[in-house]
């Protein structure tokens, strides 16, 4: 069965301390991964999507990395408005699945 | 503006009366969904629609129904609510026909409460 684990659940940074968020998986036939960001009380909203081991995408602050096993969403020198849940969700074939979810507190 | 657009907010109910979450999307998606979160497990998904009059059981489907009569509208059925449904719900949709490799934009959610 398909699987995602994130980790860690929860994670607490000073501004400008700089970390990773780790996704890892397992499924047949990869064809996408996600990272969403979600805020309390709201949505998820799209980061980026990586589609094959190599991969990178950056915005701003994020970079998001792909390997045949996992993938990082990098965090550099992060700011209070960097708090929220990062979710990251695998697409095979004939299933999208989500993983539980860390939640980032980035503290002044 | 692009947009999922999911009522009510917030819904408080009694078990076994039915209800009725709505969903509806301005961006013309062929992909509609439905999720539950519940903490600690993640979006698990309902049900999804690849297109109009054509939905598909999710990972967890019980308990729940759906309709796709319109390309715009994907309500969310509970016919006898019970309180293992409580929980925060999102719609979403996405331009993939196939349903896969594109994102998803997602409603603001509805939080369920069933006494």
């Known amino acids: 069965e398909d699987q995602v684990t994130q980790s860690p659940e929860a994670l607490r940074l000073q501004e400008g301390e700089s970390s990773s968020l780790n996704c890892s998986y397992t499924?047949?036939?990869?064809?996408?991964l996600f990272w969403y960001r979600q805020d309390p009380g709201k949505g998820p909203e799209f980061l980026f999507t990586l589609y094959s081991a190599g991969e990178e995408k950056e915005k701003e602050r994020l970079k998001a990395t792909l390997t045949k096993k996992e993938s990082f969403l990098h965090i550099t020198a992060p700011k209070p408005e960097d708090s929220a849940t990062y979710l990251c969700a695998v697409q095979a074939p004939n299933d999208m699945r989500f993983g539980a979810g860390t939640r980032l507190t980035v503290k002044p | 503006e692009a947009q999922v657009t999911q009522n009510p907010r917030y819904l408080i109910t009694v078990t076994g009366k039915k209800l009725t979450v709505t969903c509806s999307q301005n961006m013309n998606h062929e992909y509609m969904s439905w999720y539950r979160q519940d903490p600690g497990l993640g979006l698990r998904q309902i049900y999804y629609?690849?297109?109009?009059?054509?939905?598909d059981k999710g990972d967890v489907p019980e308990g729940y129904k759906v309709s796709r009569k319109e390309k715009r509208n994907f309500p969310l059925i509970l016919e006898s609510p019970s309180p293992n449904q409580t929980s925060l719900y999102f719609c979403?949709?996405?331009?993939?026909?196939?349903?896969?490799?594109?994102?998803?934009?997602f409603g603001s959610g509805t939080q369920l409460s069933v006494l």
């Open positions: 629609s690849m297109n109009v009059e054509v939905t």
């Open positions: 499924v047949s036939g990869l064809r996408g």
């Open positions: 979403a949709s996405s331009s993939a026909s196939g349903g896969g490799n594109e994102k998803l934009f």
